[in-house]
Structure formats: C-alpha cells, structure tokens
C-alpha cells in the first residue's frame, strides 16, 4: 500500500479504523517499533500526560528550550488545520513529503499488523524524528497515560499536569482511577512531576511502586503572580532549591508554566532566565485563548476568543480569564461539543459571562451532541440561546450581533474550533 499524497495517506487511515474508534495497548505499536526504531531517539526525552494543560507545556517547553539553543522536536495531538501541526523540528511544521515517507516506512515495516490512526500517526512522526539530530524529545499523550502509544518511549522526565474527570469511557469514572492511568507514564528513578492540587492517591502509590522521583507542585516547586511578573521556586536535579523572578506571563495556564519551569530545572542544559523569558514571550498555541481579528460584512473588525476548552476543568479556567481579561465586553459564546462530554458541567460556570448563545452541532457525525439538547439546559438556566445548523452559520450569527463591544469566544471541542478557523478562512 503507498499513495503519493498526504491527503491520501490520511483518507486511507480514516478508513481503516477512525481515529474516535480507539484500541488501547502497547502490544502492536511496540512489536512495529522494535522493527523500526532506534532505542534512543534523543538524549532527552519529556513525556507530558494529563486532562488539561498537556499541549501548553509542550508549547511552553518547546519556546523556552529552543530561546536556549537546543534543538527540539515535538509531537502532539490533535490538530485543528492540517495534519501536519502534530510533528515539529525547531518549531516548525514537518512538510507533506518527510510524512509521507514516514507513511511509508511503518506501512512497510507493520507488515500484517494492525495499527489504529493514533499508532500510525505516533510511529510516523518518530521515525522522523529519529533522522534528526535532537537534543530533546517533547512528546504529548493522546489519551490517559499508560496505553498510549507514545509511552512506547522511555521518557527521561514525566509531567502529569491535571487530573480531572474526562474520557471516563476509556479512563474510569473517578479521579483516582484516572491519575493512575495518567500516571501510567512515570518511570523507575526517573523525575515523575505533577502540577495540581490535591495529589491523588493512586498517583502517589505509582510512583512509590514504581520508585520514580516525585517533584509535586506547592511541595517540591510554585509559581506566582507578583508586581514584577511570575516567581517561579523549584528544584534542581541534586535536590538544589531555585528561584527565578521577574518572568513574563503568557497566555496559558500557569500549571503548564509551572510544570514545564520545573522539567527544565532537571535537564542537564544550562537554559537562562533571558531564554525562559524570551520564550515565556514568544510562545503561543492554537486553540487556546487565541484572539483573532475578523472584519464583518460591514468592515468593522470584531475579537473573536478561540479556545478548545471541552470539559468542566478547562470550561472553569476559561470562564475565569473571560471574567478577568474581558469584564469590560459584551460576549457571545459559540458552543458546539461532543454527545460524549458533561455538557451541564462545562457551560454551567459561564451563566454570568456571555449575554447570549449560538449552538449548533459538530460536523463529526454521532458523536455530535445535538444543537437543541444545548439549547434546552441553557434555556433551563435563563440563558438567551439561538440553535444553528452548523459551527459556521453560528460564528457568522454572533459575528454580526449588533454592538461594537462584543467579543465572540467560540469552545467546546477540538472540533468546534476547528470548524470556526477553516470557516474563517473561507470568508
């Protein structure tokens, strides 16, 4: 099997297995990477699990690494425009062409064995980057932890950022359950960081069990906000205390900024505060709080908020910037999610945020909640709601709401945002 295009590649993978049709284990992706792959593919390794935060500490680490002279490659999981965001070298996109020889090699090198979109996709992006001369390895887990296909790699620093409840189907149905699924990643006297509060019990015991070394946040490393910007104190890798201040504050969580500070205290790379700064600058992720400036049909711009946030932790992070970035604008909200997620809990923290809704319906086919089950529970709640075909006749409809303070924030699904940035597009 060979096709000449990546779209083609691409169809062919959707066809064999969709990519919502999981199959967890280790089994096949490891017997095709033992065929495939060399056993190391860079001096350092970083492998970040969690609910919420994964993508922003791999973004953040990737900025701050690259300021540091480091060169760094980064997987992760799911794009919104173009296959091609999951694997980067020095920050940018790998091309059509390096993917599509991947393609090739693990097709070939699989023979008869079966592998899920994920598999292929996560073996594909490591055989690219085991022609490439890194020094660090950032790779983000699809789902949970301990089955996912990256963990096929040997990480040489861990990150669980969060622990909350989502995916339940394939995770469990408790926060217990899912830590220790997430923390499924942790490694044998390795470092094994964590980034919430409070530290769940199982996630503790694996790494007793396990005997990884535990750096856990407002114990072993803290960040806060001050007059002078973030103040960061972790822990070196002999045990050293550290203090960085002055840092500048992205736009991303300061768990994720937490963590990935205190992974690069435990790397044996010199990366200076001007480099942390530099990147701490510089980075920014797709989907996550991303403000862009769309002209309406009258050619006045309006801020519209894109952001992927599609269960109760990520809603309640959302809705906090809203209230402290944009207490001063009128919002309208965007909403599209999938049948599988609490979408009671993910919209009930924005009842005093947005003056009015526009649902509508995923284009993912029976895994989209239907537009008119949102509207109804937002009704139930007092909320003004207006249903909609499509993500896009939504956007259009909030777009042109007549009132030059409003903002549109659009969420709920990876999916949602992604339907919203290709619709821009077009306009």
């Not at 946030?309 to 309640?316: E, K, T, V």
Request: charged share 25%; aromatic share 6%.
């Amino acid at each position: 099997m060979s096709f000449d295009s990546l779209a083609d590649w691409l169809s062919w993978l959707e066809a064999q297995r969709p990519e919502h049709d999981m199959v967890l284990g280790l089994d096949r992706i490891g017997e095709v990477a033992r065929r495939l792959l060399p056993e190391k593919l860079a001096p350092t390794v970083i492998t970040v699990a969690g609910t919420n935060g994964k993508g922003s500490t791999v973004a953040l680490l990737d900025a701050m690494l690259s300021e540091g002279g480091l060169t760094v490659g980064a997987y992760t999981s799911p794009h919104l425009l173009r296959f091609n965001e999951r694997v980067r070298i020095k920050g940018e996109m790998v091309s059509d062409q390096q993917l599509c020889e991947a393609f090739e090699q693990v097709n070939a090198a699989r023979d008869d064995t079966f592998l899920t979109y994920f598999e292929f996709a996560t073996l594909a992006a490591l055989v690219i980057f085991s022609k490439i001369d890194l020094d660090v390895l950032l790779l983000e887990v699809g789902l949970g932890g301990r089955l996912d296909a990256v963990n096929i790699i040997e990480p040489d620093v861990a990150i669980v950022t969060t622990v909350a409840l989502d995916h339940q189907q394939w995770l469990g149905n408790d926060i217990e359950t899912i830590a220790a699924e997430k923390a499924g990643i942790y490694r044998r006297e390795k470092p094994a960081l964590f980034g919430d509060f409070p530290v769940p019990q199982s996630l503790l015991s694996v790494i007793d069990n396990i005997g990884a070394k535990p750096f856990l946040r407002e114990n072993d490393f803290a960040i806060e906000r001050s007059n002078k910007g973030l103040i960061f104190r972790g822990t070196g890798s002999a045990s050293e205390k550290v203090t960085l201040s002055g840092l500048v504050e992205p736009e991303l969580p300061l768990t994720s900024v937490a963590c990935a500070l205190e992974a690069i205290q435990l790397l044996p790379y010199p990366i200076s505060v001007s480099a942390i700064n530099a990147g701490l600058t510089k980075v920014a992720v797709a989907g996550r709080m991303q403000k862009l400036q769309v002209r309406r049909q009258d050619g006045r711009e309006v801020t519209v908020i894109v952001d992927v946030a599609h269960n109760p932790q990520a809603a309640q992070y959302l809705a906090e910037r809203l209230k402290t970035l944009m207490s001063e604008q009128r919002l309208s909200a965007v909403l599209a999610i999938l049948d599988d997620k609490d979408f009671g809990s993910v919209v009930n923290g924005f009842d005093d945020v947005f003056n009015e809704w526009h649902v509508a319906a995923v284009g993912y086919g029976p895994r989209a909640l239907p537009a008119e089950t949102l509207a109804d529970h937002l009704i139930s709640r007092g909320q003004r709601v207006q249903c909609h075909e499509n993500v896009a006749d939504a956007l259009d409809a909030a777009l042109e709401v007549d009132d030059e303070t409003n903002t549109v924030v659009v969420f709920g699904s990876f999916h949602t945002v992604s339907e919203s940035l290709r619709h821009l597009q077009d306009r």
